[in-house]
């Protein structure tokens, strides 16, 4: 009786499963288009200040306590430049589009 319920669970989870179709070769191979690489956003600190290199012209330098809270927005209008912040010493998380990264200001 046991291994009646466990060849039917079986069959039932097996028969559950999504199919998969495979899609015949037509002989055409698709290439896509190679993109420039984008170089690594550098961000480094100096005391109070903030030094930003290969940033995109445009993006938003954002500053964030440790606990979350905005402390500071810039709008970068040069690759690479270097922004004095007037906030307290402490740990802070910068941000600028999907690069983060914690600094302590000093």
Same mark, same amino acid.
């Given at each position: 009786m046991k291994a009646g319920y466990i060849i039917a669970l079986t069959l039932a $989870? #097996?028969?559950?499963? %999504?199919?998969h179709a *495979?899609?015949?070769?037509?002989?055409?191979?698709?290439?896509?288009?190679?993109? %420039?690489r984008a170089e690594k956003i550098e961000i480094t600190t100096v005391e109070n200040r903030i030094? #930003? *290199?290969?940033? %995109?012209?445009? *993006?938003? $330098?954002?500053?964030? *306590?440790v606990v979350g809270i905005k402390v500071k927005e810039i709008k970068i209008k040069q %690759?690479?430049?270097?922004y004095a912040l007037d906030i307290a010493k402490g740990y802070y998380?910068?941000?600028?589009?999907?690069?983060?990264?914690? #600094?302590a200001i000093r």
């Open positions: $989870l #097996v028969a559950s499963l %999504p199919a *495979s899609q015949r070769d037509t002989g055409a191979e698709v290439h896509a288009a190679e993109q %420039p030094l #930003v *290199s290969n940033a %995109p012209v445009g *993006s938003l $330098l954002e500053v964030y *306590s %690759p690479t430049a270097e998380i910068i941000r600028i589009g999907d690069t983060v990264l914690k #600094v």
